[in-house]
């Protein structure tokens, strides 16, 4: 699977991702791409596009990030960007978050494409939403399913109570996938974040850490949840070959590449060749 957003909105791609999807150095076709997460209504966040740096920064073996869900709203994907994907050829997953009346009713909106899933993102690190409260991330999810015509994916983060909630979406949700992990969790105040700037401006933590450092906390994580059994887990915090192989030793049953696409985009698309070869 690709992580939410690291393909766009439509799972082809940011503009500087494009050109390597015209080579054929990135396939988009080989995956499950969850797209880029939406709210009911736009949300500013704090990406904007002509200044990525300043909430986005890579870091050794990874990358920090504080967007703050910045996106133009569910409308806006279903009027503009929806009717422009082949959804035959790109399996898509739709990613929605917000409170309980807002996921219900884009999930209705939803319904209306030919997803393969939809994912619940009640995990996002930098907006600090239901990061404590796994009764209300159940019920959300529950909500959300009830609506939704797709199979549902819950998204979490590390910093919440994630066997319970786990527990609690038993034959609810079809799996359960991992977001990056707040960046005080992974540093514990011993470094300074490098979006310390737009902290200090907005508030609500040092970003969320992806990629190496921040596979401690994931898959340890991974190996929790699989150990309870609840629901089957998306392995995420691929950065190199050798870790899917660790991550699916932990009992993940899928794979999740997030930050391997910033740093190296053409990067899945070789692991998937490789592994299709040692395969076959």
């Known amino acids: 699977m690709v992580a939410s957003g690291a393909l766009a909105?439509?799972?082809r791609g940011w503009l500087w991702e494009r050109p390597l999807v015209w080579l054929g150095l990135i396939k988009p076709e080989l995956f499950t791409v969850v797209i880029k997460t939406l709210t009911l209504t736009?949300?500013?966040?704090?990406?904007?596009w002509w200044k990525p740096w300043t909430c986005v920064r890579l870091i050794?073996?990874?990358?920090?990030?504080?967007?703050?869900?910045?996106?133009?709203g569910i409308d806006w994907w279903c009027n503009k960007v929806a009717p422009t994907i082949n959804f035959q050829k790109y399996p898509i997953v739709g990613s929605i978050s917000g409170e309980k009346d807002e996921l219900k009713e884009m999930a209705k909106k939803l319904n209306h494409f030919e997803l393969v899933g939809l994912e619940v993102n009640v995990s996002c690190p930098n907006t600090g939403h239901a990061l404590e409260m796994a009764e209300l991330v159940i019920n959300s999810v529950k909500t959300v399913k009830f609506i939704s015509r797709h199979p549902i994916i819950v998204k979490v983060s590390?910093?919440?109570?994630?066997?319970?909630?786990?527990h609690g979406l038993t034959r609810i949700a079809e799996a359960i996938s991992i977001n990056s992990v707040p960046w005080e969790t992974v540093f514990a105040n011993s470094k300074r974040t490098p979006l310390w700037k737009l902290e200090k401006q907005v508030g609500g933590g040092g970003g969320g850490v992806s990629g190496k450092p921040a596979q401690k906390y994931n898959w340890e994580a991974v190996e929790a949840l699989t150990?309870?059994?609840s629901l089957p887990v998306i392995g995420p915090s691929i950065m190199?070959?050798?870790d899917m192989e660790i991550v699916k030793k932990l009992g993940a049953k899928a794979y999740s590449f997030g930050t391997i696409h910033l740093r190296t985009p053409w990067k899945p698309t070789s692991f998937i060749k490789r592994e299709g070869k040692e395969n076959s």
Do not use: C, H, S, W
Not at 42 to 48: C, E, I, M, Q, Y
Not at 60 to 72: E, H, S, Y
């Open 227 to 229: 150990k309870q059994g």
């Open 9 to 11: 909105f439509d799972g």
């Open 60 to 72: 050794p073996r990874g990358a920090v990030n504080k967007v703050g869900l910045t996106n133009p």
């Open 158 to 166: 590390v910093n919440q109570d994630y066997l319970a909630i786990a």
């Open 42 to 48: 736009p949300r500013k966040g704090n990406l904007r």
């Open 240 to 242: 190199e070959f050798e």
